[in-house]
């Protein structure tokens, strides 16, 4: 027996042995690794975001243009889904079976135990007769989002829309996660960070069955949303609307804006499109549609079309000439039908000659600028060369806000195109150009390109006498309703204010008795400048700027009518209507107003521009 | 009636008494939080499994004190009876028992029942005790052999019957007493070869298995004498070897397809986190993220929010080790140690046969338990239904652990009074 007995060491040995790789074990698993904490938090936590509400967007007189309107997602927990009715729940939230089983066999492969979207944005008459069948449906509830609104149907492009985030945003900004909606074009966009407010985080216990069993720690780790903020913006949704009609059935743009601030009062690109199509369950169809449509409605012209600003150039080419102190109020150019140095080319229509500078605006000689463009860049007792005089020229140019993004708190916006010596030098060759060659710069012609917001940027800055506020479209964010600082800086041109009154003299007459009188109104003094920009695929295009009134400008409006011919035709009127509008709020020559609201101007240009994306 | 009590404590192995107490109130206290109701926060609560359990343990208490007033002679002597009754019970479960998820182990009382299985281990202990214990036993025996394969497969066979697996594999356990008490140590080595073919042959194709041991086995005889009786043992071993990995591998054909997948995510064949090894994954996650000290009573979200199964009877552990960390766990296996050891202990200074054997068999019995019991909870062992002593929830396993243990008490107590 005492040889046996020794065998409990042996017995004990196990007994020890594995007690010891337990405690091992357990001594791994529970204080060396970390990894099972996680799992299972990952198990018991459900984070639920609460959604803020994204901010309201108001015009300048407090009227709606954006508001979040509820929408109703239909969700699923599979694991609790119990045998239904399927054929009546299919009729009420309007699918097919086959879509049924598709659904839920996607649910399925998402998770059995979590939630997710089984049909998307039901409309408000779908769920109210679902929500009254729901408790016979076990596994689906209604989840309540928010989707946006545009009561007043106006401004698609400046107010932009809003979609879900794709994993390139999601990569980029930690904020955004699956699902998240974000602003993708307009004052969506470039105001994202004030509308879209503070996701709020509360943290639920769940237990196996996904039952909610309270909230994790009392909630101390749990966050509010925080709403985000109102805008107010600088538009008038009627003098928006107004503008819209007028340029129905037409391509172009007309941007209106207030001089005495850079408030943005109208932005319109036509054709343009009713901004709830890209909302809500038909984005995505409505805007393969509007992608695919040969006028381009996604394609903001006020902001991203190039258009040479025709005559209205002259205005820039003039005041650059006096403060160069090579024109004067009482210069006088011949013009013989044309530009005589050049054998009468660029050509001139039939005005009284030789005339002074107001009156050289007011007929919109061409001639004129010729000899002024000549005398500012041949310039020999102050440029050595033609290339010092252009690139002086060209830095007055740029000063009013082309040739360079003008930074408005709109995104999409281009630059324009001033052109660079460097351009020419490659073009004709070093030393290979003069003023001559590049003489249809005096006239707005050639290579340059100018947006609309640029074009009525310009108006600004003659109607300030040498200043303007960058343009932007929000003029108050949040309770405090101011602007982004950056918008109440004067930007000054390189002209001095005392040389603006001739050339405003001359856009006075050419209003009161020149090229643009359809744009006169009674008691209001409008100064205005047409052009015609000579557009090599077509029909050229009807442009026109001005402002008004002369003392204490409300109101500067550049409209460009594409294909539309002269000035005249069509860009004037529209102008005129527009101001008269925001001024007057009425108007004082309906068979004008009915002339362009029916009006329709074909586009003979092949269509080449960029798309909006 | 105050000599009587004196009597009753007199002697008595107060350490084992301690750690059973021990045991036990932890247990309540842990399947008062792993199953913990708000609406009925009371532990005494007796809707509750916790109030349930509060009456298993006073009952378990009651029998304990029986077994201490009870005459020391009297455990030896029922043994056969005894025994012979709880088979009895087993094949009457097998007719009259109320079928519980696919096992008819069960007989039913209103909302109480019996298990018969359970009393099978103390009556299967007590008569090999008994058995081994006569004088002229020598386990070197073949008939002795035969006679305790016997006592101990019987039992085995109608708790199969009545698909309760892991309570018949419990009874393996008893190769421990049957080693103490003279078996070969080749039997042990035997039974770990035996488990590592078992594991082997489901992982590894039977054929290329078989060739392989032909091998090995031919490979052994070179460096062997080469006797013919060297020859005779290889080839018997290798014969033997075959025939286990056909059995195994028959038998895993045979199984229920859940006892396979549990084999199959013990063994690493199958690792569908979500079916079959969720209750394993679970149950680690419960135990790994308690960390050093725990997530605190009543905050174990693993067990209360039931991502941990069965979190009261078998995956008790779980609750422990989320509640308590490594601390809480610690203690219970080394509480379970010293008790094991302790056992062993007075085992070794029993005066009689009958009471050392029946102390092994009580070591070997609760070891199992307990190994099987921890080892599943963390990956270690394959997953097999059978209760953590004295912690899990349940009457008939209770009221089993306390008689296996009392009555050893009672024989220890009883030592000194037993002539040589």
């Not at chain 1, 135990?113 to 944005?121: C, D, G, H, L, V």
């Not at chain 1, 409209?559 to 008269?580: Q, R």
């Not at chain 2, 005459?71 to 012979?84: E, K, R, T």
């Not at chain 2, 397809?257 to 090894?277: C, P, Y």
Request: some cysteine; charged content about 20%; hydrophobic content about 45%.
């Amino acid at each position: 027996m005492n040889t046996l007995s020794g065998r409990k060491l042996v017995i004990g040995g196990i007994f020890v042995a594995v007690c010891a790789i337990y405690l091992l074990r357990l001594f791994f698993i529970q204080v060396m690794d970390d990894s099972y904490k996680l799992s299972a938090n990952n198990n018991v936590l459900r984070y639920m975001t609460e959604y803020p509400a994204r901010g309201l967007v108001y015009d300048r007189y407090g009227t709606l243009l954006v508001y979040n309107e509820v929408a109703y997602d239909l969700m699923v927990t599979p694991r609790q889904v119990k045998v239904i009715d399927t054929l009546d729940f299919c009729k009420t939230i309007g699918i097919k079976k086959e879509q049924f089983i598709k659904k839920m066999k996607q649910a399925k492969a998402y998770s059995s135990y979590k939630e997710s979207a089984f049909e998307k944005q039901l409309s408000k008459e779908t769920y109210a007769a679902l929500q009254e069948k729901l408790y016979k449906f076990k596994g689906f509830f209604v989840q309540t989002r928010t989707l946006r609104k545009y009561p007043q149907e106006i401004a698609a492009h400046t107010l932009g829309y809003v979609g879900e985030v794709n994993d390139k945003i999601i990569a980029a900004n930690s904020y955004y996660k699956l699902g998240d909606y974000i602003g993708i074009s307009g004052i969506e966009k470039s105001y994202e960070e004030e509308l879209r407010g503070k996701k709020g985080l509360k943290i639920q216990m769940v237990d196996v069955f996904n039952r909610p069993k309270g909230r994790f720690k009392d909630g101390i780790y749990d966050t509010l949303a925080v709403s985000g903020q109102n805008l107010v913006s600088s538009l008038s949704a009627k003098l928006q609307k107004y503008g819209e009609q007028l340029l129905q059935n037409k391509t172009g743009a007309i941007v209106a804006i207030d001089p005495s601030n850079g408030e943005i009062l109208a932005s319109i690109s036509g054709p343009s499109y009713n901004p709830n199509l890209l909302v809500g369950r038909e984005r995505t169809k409505n805007y393969g549609k509007l992608f695919l449509d040969k006028s381009l409605p996604l394609f903001n012209r006020a902001l991203m079309a190039y258009y040479p600003p025709g005559s209205t150039f002259k205005l820039i080419n003039g005041l650059i000439g006096e403060q160069e102190q090579v024109t004067f109020r009482e210069t006088r150019y011949p013009c013989a039908r044309g530009y005589p140095v050049m054998g009468g080319k660029p050509k001139c229509h039939p005005h009284p000659s030789p005339m002074d500078l107001p009156g050289a605006v007011s007929t919109s000689c061409n001639s004129y600028f010729c000899y002024v463009f000549r005398s500012i860049i041949d310039n020999r007792k102050k440029y050595a060369n033609v290339v010092e005089g252009y690139n002086a020229w060209r830095n007055y140019v740029l000063s009013f806000g082309i040739g360079k993004k003008i930074h408005t708190d709109l995104p999409q916006e281009l630059p324009g195109n001033v052109p660079t010596q460097a351009y020419y030098d490659k073009y004709f060759g070093k030393n290979g150009w003069k003023s001559s060659t590049i003489v249809s710069l005096s006239i707005g012609q050639g290579e340059l390109g100018v947006t609309p917001l640029q074009m009525a940027n310009i108006i600004c800055s003659i109607a300030n006498k040498g200043f303007y506020y960058t343009p932007h479209i929000v003029k108050g964010i949040g309770p405090k309703k101011e602007p982004r600082p950056e918008y109440k800086i004067r930007h000054y041109t390189k002209i001095a204010p005392e040389y603006f009154e001739p050339i405003i003299d001359g856009m006075q007459g050419a209003v009161d008795h020149g090229t643009s009188t359809a744009a006169r109104l009674k008691d209001i003094v409008v100064c205005g400048k047409t052009g015609t920009a000579q557009n090599p695929h077509g029909k050229d295009h009807s442009v026109f700027i001005a402002f008004a009134p002369r003392e204490n400008p409300k109101i500067a409006v550049a409209v460009l009518v594409e294909n539309g011919g002269w000035g005249a035709t069509w860009a004037v009127p529209i102008g005129g209507l527009m101001i008269e509008k925001y001024l007057r709020d009425s108007i004082s020559k309906p068979d004008m107003e009915k002339r362009m609201l029916e009006g329709i101007v074909l586009s003979t240009e092949k269509k080449k521009a960029k798309e909006t994306e | 009636m105050r000599k009587s009590q004196q009597g009753i404590f007199k002697n008595i192995d107060w350490l084992m008494v301690i750690i059973y107490l021990l045991l036990v109130t932890m247990g309540w206290i842990n399947i008062y939080a792993s199953v913990f109701n708000e609406d009925h926060y009371l532990i005494t609560d007796l809707t509750q499994k916790y109030g349930k359990q509060m009456i298993w343990i006073g009952t378990s208490l009651l029998l304990a004190l029986i077994i201490l007033v009870i005459d020391g002679n009297f455990y030896a002597a029922v043994s056969w009876p005894l025994w012979i009754l709880v088979l009895l019970s087993l094949i009457a479960v097998l007719f009259f028992g109320t079928e519980v998820s696919g096992s008819k182990s069960w007989f039913r009382f209103g909302e109480f029942g019996i298990q018969p299985a359970e009393f099978a281990k103390f009556a299967t202990a007590m008569v090999l005790a008994k058995y081994l214990s006569q004088l002229n036993i020598k386990m070197t025996e073949v008939k002795t052999k035969i006679i305790s394969s016997i006592i101990i497969a019987l039992p085995i066979g109608l708790i199969l019957l009545e698909n309760e697996t892991g309570v018949a594999l419990v009874f393996f356990a008893f190769i421990l007493v049957l080693y103490r008490e003279g078996l070969s140590g080749n039997f042990l080595l035997l039974g770990v070869v035996a488990i590592v073919l078992f594991i082997l042959a489901l992982l590894i194709n039977k054929t290329i298995l078989i060739i392989a041991l032909a091998i090995i086995s031919a490979i052994l005889f070179l460096f062997m004498r080469k006797t013919s009786q060297n020859f005779i043992l290889l080839f018997s071993l290798f014969v033997l070897s075959s025939a286990i990995i056909y059995s195994v591998d028959y038998a895993y054909n045979h199984l229920q397809s859940h006892q396979k997948k549990r084999i199959d995510v013990f063994l690493g064949k199958e690792s569908d986190i979500k079916k079959a090894g969720y209750n394993v994954n679970q149950s680690l996650i419960a135990i790994g993220s308690g960390g050093l000290t725990g997530k605190g009573f009543l905050n174990g979200t693993q067990t209360k929010y039931d991502f941990v199964p069965e979190q009261s009877t078998d995956f008790i552990f779980c609750t422990v080790g989320e509640e308590w960390g490594f601390a809480g766990t610690a203690v219970v296996i080394i509480l379970f140690l010293i008790l094991l050891l302790r056992i062993l202990f007075i085992a070794e200074r029993q005066r009689s046969s009958f009471s050392r054997i029946y102390a092994y068999g009580v070591a070997s019995i609760l070891f199992f338990h307990l190994s099987v019991n921890v080892g599943m909870t963390i990956g270690l062992a394959p997953v097999i239904g059978i209760p953590l002593p004295f912690f899990s929830y349940g009457g008939s396993s209770l009221w089993s652990f306390t008689i296996l243990l009392f009555i050893l008490i009672k024989l220890d107590a009883y030592r000194l009074e037993i002539l040589r």
